[in-house]
């Protein structure tokens, strides 16, 4: 079974961010949409500096940014990948594949007991990795966990971050359930690492980053 990959996603402050990649999370999530409290939009210098950005995956969260926006944002030299999180079409992600071929694109589905797998095939050969988390009303965010076990229905080629809900005391059904799929490539953590909106509990965060090291 091969190491499973970190993902912190919604940084939102200098201090904390620095604490945060002194842990070496494998991904680190900055997210650029206005209405997400963790939205750093217009403000990412001052939460990360660019020098840091040459050490780690850094990831750009959009929902539906248009293509232009999306240009100005990689032209920062901030990010080497970027997360799609809204209605994205396969087209679009070609569209980033042939302006950007170096930039890894992780494309999320929002899931729930009736998912349809079949949603995914037209983009296993524009992204890198799919994220599944929970469906909810509003783009990400919603801190709960779904069903698990549907990912068996999930047999495809592209590997995938799990997400939903995901905190400490799931560890233990992490471990499980990456003996079970072996194209779980990462874990991506936010709201139930937090002390507050944006703001991770580092304490928290490395207890958890040695277990999921040591499986």
């Given amino acids: 079974m091969q190491k499973l990959k970190i993902k912190v996603c919604g940084l939102t402050a200098r201090d904390n961010t620095e604490k945060v990649l002194g842990l070496k999370p494998d991904y680190a999530g900055f997210i650029f949409y206005t209405p997400s409290p963790r939205d750093v939009t217009g403000r990412l210098q001052h939460i990360f500096p660019l020098e840091s950005a040459t ?35 396969p087209e679009y992600c070609m569209d980033i594949k ?13 899931v729930d007991d009736a998912f349809n797998f079949n949603e995914t095939k037209a983009y296993h050969s524009l992204s890198d990795y799919f994220l599944f988390d929970t469906r909810s009303e509003t ?3 919603s ?7 549907i990912l068996r229905r999930y047999t495809g080629s592209t590997p995938f971050f799990l ?13 499980k359930f990456s003996e079970e799929h072996a194209l779980l490539y990462g874990i991506d953590i936010n709201s139930s690492f937090e002390t507050s909106p944006g703001i991770k509990d580092t304490d928290k965060l490395k207890k958890f980053f040695n277990g999921v090291r040591n499986l």
């Fill in 55 to 89: 050490t780690i995956n850094t990831v750009a969260v959009t929902v539906d940014m248009s293509v232009d926006e999306l240009g100005r944002l990689l032209s920062t030299g901030y990010f080497n990948t970027i997360q799609l999180h809204g209605h994205e079409s």
């Fill in 98 to 110: 042939q302006k950007w071929p170096k930039i890894e694109i992780i494309k999320a589905f929002s």
């Fill in 139 to 141: 783009p990400g965010g």
């Fill in 143 to 149: 801190g709960r966990k779904f069903n698990w076990p």
């Fill in 163 to 175: 997400s939903g809900g995901i905190g400490p005391e799931l560890l233990d059904d992490i471990i």
